[in-house]
């Protein structure tokens, strides 16, 4: 093989083995989680395009949302209803809605990849509701507590009940997970009879009448799917959640694919207090050095069987190349022998 040829190999080789080295330097799902973009939500207004209430609505939440200065994860959307290009389940809904103008955050879920509807306002949302998408009680929380907890238990009790029963669940994991790992895990109500709540209801599915409800809430607010409701609440299927954010590295698992970031303000300043401490102790997998050893014996173990398979048939046209000259060297050497006799 010559100079270039081997070039070649080395960089195919380099390029190959620098993919898992890079996504694994980003340590545990939960600390990759903290530093990856959040999801952004699409605010729409929805009316026919001359509608001039329409651009009055639009006008005023760019205001709004611009006063945010991107902090915010909702992006501002006029959508032309008589559009016929228009598809409408892209907007989460089946057909054009009954009246017009009205506003609807949609969301897009990780699990099947199609837009979802959180919530509507017909014509537009008071200064109250946009007050509700700014802040709450619950959100306020996990921005407080986020950057230095492991991740958040994120729980509401069913209607009429004290909720005795579901904080001892939850409590019981905490005392048993904090008791071996350096960062804790907390828990954050949500009251689903707050007013305040409507948005973070409506996004997480809790409704007024449902049963017991617990996400997992981990990296700058993300709420980990699917949630548990009422009899799969328990210690080990609580655990097997809270593990899962510390698979050793992103290669392994993107933390984009595990949940949804919650619609909330996010100031950068925030990131200052995070901490971030790779894999936790006693869930990690086989340590990166291993894994990326093992991957450049593949590499080489495939290259090695590449090139002999790209050699076969060159071997096998410089066999009938040799061959077809000696055929030629021996009949020419014939018929000079015959000439000669003759």
């Not at 545990?28 to 939500?41: T, Y």
């Not at 729980?155 to 005392?175: N, Q, T």
């Not at 049963?211 to 709420?223: A, E, I």
Request: with cysteine; charged share 20%; hydrophobic share 45%.
């Amino acid at each position: 093989m010559n100079s270039i040829s081997k070039s070649f190999w080395v960089l195919g080789l380099a390029g190959i083995i620098a993919i898992p080295v890079w996504a694994c330097n980003e340590g545990s799902v939960r600390d990759a989680a903290l530093q990856c973009n959040r999801d952004i939500h699409r605010l729409c207004v929805i009316a026919n395009a001359d509608d001039e209430l329409a651009a009055q609505i639009h006008a005023r939440l760019k205001t709004w949302l611009d006063g945010f200065e991107n902090r915010l994860n909702m992006r501002l959307e006029r959508i032309n209803a008589d559009d016929p290009s228009l598809l409408w389940p892209s907007l989460g809904v089946p057909a054009a809605p009954p009246s017009m103008p009205v506003v609807v955050l949609v969301g897009l879920s990780p699990a099947t990849r199609y837009p979802f509807v959180i919530d509507h306002w017909e014509p537009e949302p008071s200064n109250e509701d946009l007050a509700i998408l700014e802040r709450s009680p619950a959100r306020e929380a996990i921005q407080h507590n986020a950057m230095n907890s492991w991740a958040l238990l994120l729980y509401s009790a069913a209607a009429g009940s004290d909720g005795r029963d579901l904080r001892g669940k939850l409590d019981a994991v905490v005392e048993k997970w904090n008791k071996r790992q350096l960062l804790e895990l907390k828990c954050v109500n949500v009251d689903r009879t707050d007013p305040r709540e409507r948005l973070l209801c409506a996004f997480t599915g809790i409704t007024s009448a449902g049963p017991d409800w617990v996400g997992v809430v981990f990296g700058r607010g993300k709420l980990m799917a699917p949630p548990l409701l009422g009899a799969q609440i328990g210690e080990t299927n609580l655990t097997k959640l809270v593990e899962g954010l510390a698979v050793p590295c992103t290669c392994l698992q993107d933390p984009a694919t595990l949940g949804l970031d919650i619609p909330m303000p996010w100031d950068s300043s925030l990131d200052a207090a995070a901490i971030s401490i790779g894999p936790v102790s006693g869930f990690a997998e086989t340590p990166i050095e291993e894994r990326v050893q093992a991957l450049q014996n593949d590499v080489k173990d495939e290259v090695s069987s590449m090139v002999f398979l790209a050699l076969i048939p060159l071997l096998a046209l410089a066999t009938a190349a040799v061959g077809a000259t000696i055929v030629f060297i021996v009949r020419r050497g014939a018929s000079r022998i015959d000439s000669a006799e003759r």
